[in-house]
């Protein structure tokens, strides 16, 4: 019976031509409206297929401000059954900010009864990319982390998480409890049933406020990078180009 | 980027349904040099289009939508991507089933196959569908599925194959160059195009189109959510894309409709989520396409609920996820029809906007008719883009009318409804007075009316069961005994109402005779004082308009027409002055205000106030002049919509109040009572069988068929003469008669009373169809007090239309007995005309 | 005060992207010093040397046999240490990532994740990548030591002006069991790989909304089995269920590196971008001369792509025979 938490972060669903907010301190969301990353939609699924799996639980947490809501019960709509909002300005947060205020978290359930035994997270966070929470979280718990993971095992007392590699798969096997970065990629994530979303409606979401102080991120400012000029060679237009590109897929050895 | 010509007979802008649309019919009707632009790729842009559910329910209230979804249906058909599947609207409450059945009338008004079922029958056909949620429906059986992307990739290549078309996809139009009033220059990103005539068909983008050329195409983009949920094991068994009816979950405002292995469900239940046209993302912005917003949960959780409780074993089922979830952004409009037209703003500058996908073959076909002939077959003017009033085409009006419109999507809509939004924005000068009374106000156009007054509410008392009660809510509905009360009273004495939502307008010039002669087709060279009652006709001989006209000088014609309409009469006439510039329209709406006084007593009460001899001799019928109350000076027009002796008072709108003031003090001791617009738009209209535009008169109506021909036709020329004059020689195919009901108890004991719309049958209750090939229905219905009659307009087949003839009149699926009254414009009450002549 | 890089190597000495934290490392302005872990090869020495570092420090014994990202955070910090560094740094390797992010846990420090350049030394102020590189964040890294990794590509490996002569000394890590408890213990031959083959193909043929529909893809499909590639697509088409999830190129879908990719209408946003960006030639097929993908591609054809395919796939089985 494991009980796995898993972390999630409120991100801008930046998929399209990215518009900063006026400060140039975020990323205007207005568009395209929010997510969670893939490699975090990764680590739901396997956190609610272990639960499943050792007659566990699977709990979200999400450190953002209210509207990280709509996260949180996404993730109860897949199939976790329990969610923590701690309500706070993420982007005043720091990495090792958002590390202390999870490992409170996990420090305060231990004190009320629940212990987890798997940490779960994304490799890094979609919009910050600082792939520094799961280890910081690791040190604060003094457990063992390990990064860039696409699937886990809970075999009696440790996990065994496999990662890729530059020669092939990587193999670790971690006594529990233990902090997993997940890389997206191992499992399909499942889509909510409609029941799903009925039963993620009725959860109560824990909500309280991190008691700590952030040291922040030393974000100055975002830019968008000016773009490269282009070298581009135009073939031609139309059909007419055709016996263009194939003089060049020969050129290339891919035409045989 | 594609390259395009530099000139073009016209440009299309937008490649949605509509555009496609319009390109293929002006093709077909000989156009050549057309230029498509689309700011996307092809064959899907990124509009409303390309994210539609592509279902088509053929059942509608409006004649106008439901004629035009009949063509586009046809359209799809004939295009090879229509799929029928059947489709419900079922019903969770009795109120539902109430409507079904008012469905039911106007699907028999409309010659559309439909039939009431029972949750069991309904079951049957759609066997996951739980019939203990359910009282029953409403089955279509011709509603289906259609490729609307594939039909406008049809339709542009048809196009192109005439020789027609120039289609440039990706090319953003960055401006409309406007000269002298017209359209004159497309401005785009891969250049220029001079051109004199242009078609906005860009749905949601339409309003920022038409801003560049200073022009307003009022509509508000707005959010319909929508998920697909599956794989459902149960349906993944069936071949092909839909194989079970659809199903329109009323009460819980949504649909399920079965794609392949999956349900889509979609939802009006929400509260409008609107998005100001500037805020919609570009392509590149966007996640999906800039129509398909980001899904807001929150908003569509309530619904899953009654989803699952109607279809527990589809939506519910192992493995069926949610997989597809968008705020699909589609347009609404401030009434909600469509926005079509040549707008009033810019000549040249054509709207085809707001036009969802059951509709659009069939309004492209229509605004390119318009566009080629100056008219359509199917009759589009109630979506008329020059109805809007320049209130009407504000953003603070559009955006709350759009709130509610979504919501009435699915909604229980009374014919008499009145929006809330944006209300109290005209106000007439006796208003204060008129709130003072009770008055229980409607609105036309922005203005406030009253239909009718509680101060009034003691005549009740005095005429007792002449009053003609109504027992059942939905028949009193929007509606008040009191009505009644103020015709009588106004029969028996006097009745002062208001008109200042007329619409007036002066044609000016020394070419004045000549113009308003050639759009008339009564005769208009009269003298000066005389006023003019004729009905305006398109080329084809149809109704445009029917409306007063009082001549004031050799030079000066002053025009009085409806206000709902007079946006659009104000354009005709603009648009057919003459070219040499001896005439102009001038319009005066804001500067009078217009009273009318009628009743036996009225020459008394005014005669009172002022030393102008009114005598009948001195002031005939049909004349005007200027008399003075006071140091008020009014236009007085001895003229009459509701068969009585009076006078309509033209007054600068500013001495408006203390006229209402003065007639009601000197009227009271004659027994003069406010009379709301209840009694001058139905019952005392329909008493004396005036045809009203709109209901009756409208562009697929002849004046033969209306029964409104005159001995002689005039000899000069105008508008739609040869066609009238050939009308004249044929029979009528339909000929309008007036009806009254002879019993009105239904089943269960109660009395009920027909409100408009409902299907006329023989007393046997078989169908009836007139030459073409139309089913009679109620144009026009409501008390006439002074008959003790329900009444009744309609356009029988002409072997029905024989006075005396018992035909029947099918209401909320029960029938009841009519008979013929009239077969021509002579009225029931008063057919000599001696009150109105006395 | 010296620069600290922890030097990656592979088969042909210091791996690529070291080489770019080296010559990063050396704009700083500090003398450079490298970390090795493991054997440390001639190659290795003199290619450290043509980068112009002052001092290798080698870290080498049982506890490196293998991978363990805490031992080898015990090796840089003990470097640091040793080498009063100012700034650690890696490349933004899985394997650099994660042991600068353990050594600035241990060393007190922040760290900025895939910087691609210094603004400033005096504050450490650095831009670095986020969301796969649209968008660079300017950050302010406060403290004694600042812990860097450097994005891959984000500059050109480049020899130093002048080769140095390091000197090479063997660094003395001590390494607590519990350093060793999360460690690879074993690697797996390649398994199949779920994305179809499309990570592995030489060519890719990529098709986006431009398709029109699931029935867009025959002429797309037609030109993948001529060149003996494989489909694939953005994430609109499979949002949309045009396409399986497998076949979705992008930041979340499979990152390419083929010989050609091929988009056909994929106007190139930023989330397909981040996926096909390592391919070594991209030939874009779109109507707009002006589209992202067209402007980064090396060659282009203009015109739609359902014209111009079905003339390539002709050309392609005439030229066949």
């Keep these: ?256 | 980027m594609a390259s395009i010509p530099g000139s073009a007979r016209v440009v299309v802008i937008g490649a949605g349904i509509v555009g496609n649309g319009m390109v293929y019919h002006l093709a077909r009707l000989g156009w050549r040099d057309i230029v498509q632009i689309d700011k996307g790729p092809l064959p899907n842009p990124g509009g409303s289009t390309g994210h539609a559910s592509n279902f088509i329910y053929p059942v509608d209230h409006s004649r106008e939508i439901a004629s035009l979804v009949r063509d586009s249906v046809e359209q799809y058909t004939e295009l090879g991507v229509f799929t029928q599947s059947g489709g419900y609207e079922v019903a969770r409450t009795p109120e539902r089933m109430e409507e079904c059945r008012r469905r039911m009338s106007s699907a028999k008004a409309w010659g559309v196959p439909a039939a009431i079922e029972t949750p069991e029958q309904i079951a049957e056909r759609v066997p996951f569908l739980d019939p203990d949620v359910i009282l029953g429906g409403l089955w279509s059986p011709t509603v289906g599925v259609v490729d609307s992307l594939r039909a406008g990739t049809i339709m542009r290549e048809r196009a192109v194959e005439m020789g027609a078309l120039t289609v440039a996809a990706n090319v953003e139009v960055t401006g409309l160059d406007v000269e002298k009033g017209r359209i004159c220059r497309v401005r785009t990103a891969a250049g220029d195009i001079e051109v004199d005539t242009v078609v906005v068909a860009c749905g949601i983008w339409s309003p920022m189109l038409a801003e560049m050329a200073g022009a307003h195409i009022p509509l508000m983009p707005s959010v319909h959510q929508m998920i697909s949920v599956g794989p459902v094991p149960q349906l993944a068994e069936r071949p092909g894309e839909i194989s079970f009816p659809i199903v329109r979950d009323m009460d819980a405002f949504c649909y399920e409709r079965q794609h392949g292995a999956d349900m889509e469900v979609g939802s009006y239940a929400h509260q409008a989520i609107l998005h100001d046209p500037e805020t919609i993302p570009s392509i590149d912005q966007a996640k999906l396409s800039p129509t398909e917003m980001p899904f807001t949960a929150d908003d569509f959780d309530p619904q899953l609920e009654q989803a699952l409780e109607l279809m527990p074993e589809v939506l519910g089922a192992e493995g069926a996820e949610i997989r597809y979830a968008i705020n699909g952004l589609l347009s609404l409009t401030s009434d909600g029809l469509p926005v079509l037209g040549e707008t009033p703003e810019v000549a040249g500058l054509w709207s085809a906007a707001a036009v969802w996908i059951k509709e659009g073959p069939g309004v492209a076909r229509a605004v390119a008719e318009w566009m080629t002939h100056g008219s359509s077959e199917i009759d589009v003017s109630a979506s008329d883009i020059a109805r809007f009033a320049p209130h009407q085409r504000t953003r603070a009006h559009v955006r709350p009318r759009a709130s509610e419109g979504f919501i009435k999507t699915y909604g229980i809509v009374h014919p008499g409804e009145q929006w809330s939004g944006d209300r109290g924005v005209r106000l007439p000068p006796m208003y204060a007075q008129q709130q003072a009374a009770g008055g229980s106000f409607v609105e036309v156009v922005g203005w406030e009316r009253p239909l009718w007054y509680e101060s009034n509410a003691g005549l009740l008392e005095r005429y007792g069961d002449q009053v003609m009660p109504r027992e059942h809510e939905w028949d009193a509905r929007w509606w008040s005994p009191i009505i009644n009360a103020e015709h009588l009273a106004m029969r028996d004495n006097a009745g002062i109402i208001d008109l200042t939502a007329f619409t007036i307008f002066d044609v000016v010039g020394p070419g004045a005779m000549e113009a308003v002669q050639s759009i008339a087709v009564s005769q208009c060279d009269v003298g000066i004082g005389r006023v003019i009652y004729t009905p305006v006709l398109d080329a084809t001989g149809h109704f445009r308009s029917d409306l007063t006209m009082m001549r004031l000088a050799h030079d000066h014609y002053r025009v009085v027409t409806g206000g709902s309409h007079g946006g659009i009469d104000v354009k005709w006439f603009t648009d057919h002055m003459p070219a040499d510039g001896s005439a102009a329209v001038v319009e005066l709406t804001s500067a009078f205000t217009t009273i009318g006084i009628w009743g036996p007593r009225s020459r008394d009460i005014l005669s009172g106030l002022t030393r102008a001899d009114l005598s009948n001799e001195a002031f005939r019928f049909g004349t005007c002049a200027t008399i003075e109350f006071d140091s008020i000076p009014a236009l007085a027009s001895r003229i009459s919509y509701v068969g009585e002796l009076g006078w309509e008072l033209y007054v600068p709108l500013e001495q408006g109040a203390r006229l209402w003031a003065m007639l009601h003090e000197e009227g009271r001791p004659h027994g003069a009572v406010s009379v709301g617009n209840g009694v001058y738009s139905t019952t005392g209209r329909i008493e004396k069988g005036y045809r009203a535009y709109g209901p009756e008169l409208d562009g697929e109506r002849t004046i033969v068929e209306a029964g409104m021909q005159r001995p002689r036709v005039k000899v000069a020329d105008f508008v739609g003469r040869d066609a009238y004059v050939a009308q004249r020689e044929q029979e009528p195919k339909a000929v309008l008669s007036t009806l009254t009901v002879d019993d009105h108890t239904s089943a269960s004991g109660m009395k009920r009373y027909m409100l408009g719309g409902e299907p006329i049958r023989a007393r046997d209750g078989s169908e009836l169809i007139d030459g073409h090939g139309h089913r009679p229905y109620v144009t026009s219905a409501g008390s006439a007090p002074s008959l003790g009659r329900h009444v009744l307009l309609a356009y029988l087949p002409p072997a029905e239309a024989q006075i005396g003839n018992e035909l029947t009149v099918s209401y909320m699926e029960e029938l009841y007995p009519v008979t013929v009254g009239s077969v021509d414009s002579t009225s029931l009450f008063d057919p000599s005309n001696e009150r109105i002549k006395s | 005060m010296s620069t600290l890089v922890l030097v990656e190597t592979d088969a042909d000495g210091v791996a690529e992207t070291s080489g770019e934290a080296l010559t990063f490392a050396r704009g700083l302005g500090d003398p450079v010093r490298a970390l090795v872990i493991g054997e440390l090869s001639e190659a290795v020495t003199s290619q450290l040397s043509d980068y112009g570092v002052e001092a290798v420090h080698h870290a080498n014994g049982p506890a490196f046999e293998t991978y363990a990202a805490a031992a080898w955070a015990a090796a840089v910090v003990a470097a640091a240490r040793e080498t009063d560094a100012g700034v650690v740094l890696a490349s933004g390797t899985p394997r650099g990532m994660e042991a600068m992010a353990h050594s600035a846990v241990r060393l007190g420090a922040s760290m900025a994740a895939n910087t691609v350049e210094a603004v400033s030394r005096h504050p450490m102020v650095v831009n670095r990548q986020v969301l796969g590189g649209s968008v660079l964040e300017q950050m302010q890294v406060d403290g004694d030591i600042a812990v860097l990794t450097v994005a891959g590509h984000a500059c050109e490996a480049v020899p130093a002006d002048a080769p140095t002569t390091p000197a090479i000394s063997t660094l003395e890590v001590e390494v607590p069991e519990s350093d060793l408890i999360a460690k690879v213990v074993r690697t797996e031959p390649g398994e199949p790989d779920e994305s179809g083959g499309l990570k592995a193909a030489r060519v890719v043929v990529g098709g986006g909304r431009g398709t029109g529909g699931p029935d867009g893809f025959g002429d797309l499909t037609e030109l993948a089995e001529l060149l003996g590639g494989v489909v694939g697509v953005t994430r609109v088409v499979t949002s949309l269920g045009w396409r399986p999830h497998a076949e979705q190129v992008g930041q979340t879908g499979s990152r390419i590196s083929p010989e050609l990719y091929i988009p056909c209408g994929i106007s190139g946003a930023i989330q397909h971008w981040a996926g096909c960006s390592s391919a070594k030639t991209i030939l874009a097929i779109n109507t707009e001369a002006d589209a992202p993908m067209v402007t980064k591609a090396h060659y282009a054809v203009i015109g739609d792509l359902h014209e111009v395919l079905p003339a390539i796939n002709e050309e392609l089985r005439r030229r066949r025979g």
């Design chain 1, 1 to 256: 019976m494991t009980d796995v938490l898993v972390c999630l972060k409120r991100v801008p669903d930046a998929a399209g031509e990215i518009t900063l907010s006026g400060d140039s301190m975020s990323i205007d969301a207005r568009h395209v409206g929010y997510t969670v990353s893939a490699h975090e939609e990764a680590a739901v699924e396997l956190a609610v297929q272990i639960a499943d799996e050792t007659g566990g639980s699977a709990t979200a947490v999400s450190l953002g401000s209210g509207d990280a809501v709509e996260q949180l019960r996404n993730a109860l709509a897949v199939g976790c059954s329990a969610a923590v909002l701690l309500e706070a300005d993420a982007e005043a947060y720091g990495p090792a900010d958002v590390a202390e205020a999870l490992a409170a978290v996990v420090r305060d359930h231990a004190a009320n009864g629940t212990t987890y035994d798997l940490l779960l997270l994304g490799n890094d966070a979609a919009d910050s990319g600082d792939f520094q929470v799961p280890i910081r979280l690791a040190y604060a718990l003094d457990r063992p982390v390990v990064t860039g993971i696409s699937t886990v095992e809970i075999e009696g007392d440790h996990v065994t998480a496999r990662g890729r590699g530059t020669e092939g798969p990587e193999i670790y096997e971690v006594p529990l409890p233990a902090v997993v970065a997940v890389m997206e990629g191992g499992v399909s994530p499942r889509y909510p049933s409609i029941r799903g979303r009925m039963k993620a409606k009725k959860v109560k979401i824990d909500q309280s406020e991190p008691s700590l102080q952030p040291a922040g991120n030393g974000r100055i400012k975002l830019v968008l990078p000016p773009a490269a000029p282009s070298k581009v060679e135009i073939l031609g237009e139309g059909p007419e180009a055709a016996t263009a590109v194939v003089d060049l897929l020969v050129r290339l050895g891919v035409a045989r």
